[in-house]
C-alpha cells in the first residue's frame, strides 16, 4: 500500500462520487488517499483495521477462508463501494479477505476519526446502515441459491444475474475466470465444465475462450426456476 499525497487527485475523487453528501459535515475529514497495485492484498483476515476505506478507482476480490485451508469467493467491488463498516461498528478484526484486483484507489478515513466524530452524524449512519443491509441481503440471497438449487440451475441464475446491468450484484459476481464463476455459485470447476458442456451441446449456450453467449434465454430462464443473485 501507498499513499499519495497528491491534493489535486484527491478532491477530484471526493468530488466524482460526491463524498459531501455522505456526511453532515466533510470540514476536518483527515482524508488520505491509498493506491494498491495489482494483486496486493488491501485487506487480510484478522488483522486489525486501521480506517474506513472508500473504492473510488479499481476493482477488488473478497473472499474468506475456511476449515480446509480454501478461500471462498464472495464478490468482486468496484467503485463506489464500502470496505470496513463491520470492523469499525462492531469493533472486529477484519472479517474477509480482500484483494486488488487491478490498481486501485481508496480514500481511507481513520477510524480514530471515526469514533470520535462520525458516530453520531446521522447522515453517515444511514449511509453505513445502507451500505451493510445491501451486503446481508445479497449474502442472505446468494447462500439460500447455493443450498436449495443443483449446479446447472446455480449456472442459469449466475448467468441471467449477471446479463443485466441494473443488478447491482449481479456486477460485483460476474467474471470471465471459470474457477471464480464455480467458487461463486458453490461447485467445483470440473463440475461447472460439465455443466457448461452439457448446456452448450443442448444449444442453450455457447462458450468461446473467456465468453459465454447465450442462444436460448427461455431455456436458461426455464432452468433457473425464476431465481437470481439479487
Do not use: W
Request: aromatic share 8%; glycine share 6%; hydrophobic share 40%.
Amino acid at each position: 500500500m501507498k499513499v499519495l499525497h497528491d491534493s489535486n487527485l484527491l478532491q477530484e475523487k471526493m468530488r466524482e462520487f460526491d463524498l459531501e453528501s455522505l456526511f453532515a459535515s466533510i470540514s476536518g475529514i483527515p482524508f488520505e488517499l491509498r493506491l494498491y497495485e495489482e494483486g496486493e492484498i488491501v485487506l487480510a483476515e484478522g488483522e486489525r483495521m486501521d480506517a474506513l476505506l472508500f473504492l473510488v478507482e479499481g476493482r477488488i476480490k473478497i473472499s474468506s477462508s475456511v476449515q480446509t485451508g480454501k478461500a471462498l469467493l464472495l464478490r468482486f467491488c468496484e467503485p463506489f463501494s464500502v470496505m470496513g463498516d463491520i470492523e469499525l461498528i462492531q469493533d472486529v478484526p477484519v472479517q474477509s479477505r480482500v484483494e486488488a484486483v487491478r490498481r486501485t484507489l481508496c480514500l481511507a478515513v481513520p477510524f480514530s476519526y471515526a469514533y470520535g466524530h462520525l458516530l453520531d452524524d446521522p447522515k453517515f449512519l444511514m449511509f453505513l446502515l445502507t451500505h451493510v443491509t445491501f451486503k446481508l441481503q445479497t449474502c442472505t440471497t446468494a447462500s439460500r441459491v447455493n443450498l436449495l438449487a443443483g449446479v446447472e440451475n446455480r449456472f442459469a441464475c449466475y448467468l441471467l444475474s449477471t446479463l443485466h446491468e441494473q443488478s447491482e450484484f449481479g456486477e460485483e459476481i460476474r467474471t470471465a475466470n471459470t474457477q471464480e464463476i464455480a467458487d461463486l455459485i458453490g461447485t467445483t470447476s470440473r463440475h461447472l465444465n460439465r455443466v457448461i458442456l452439457k448446456l452448450s451441446e443442448q444449444g442453450v449456450i455457447r462458450k468461446e475462450k473467456d465468453l459465454i453467449y447465450i442462444l436460448d434465454a427461455r431455456a436458461l430462464k426455464e432452468l433457473s426456476n425464476g431465481i437470481r443473485y439479487e
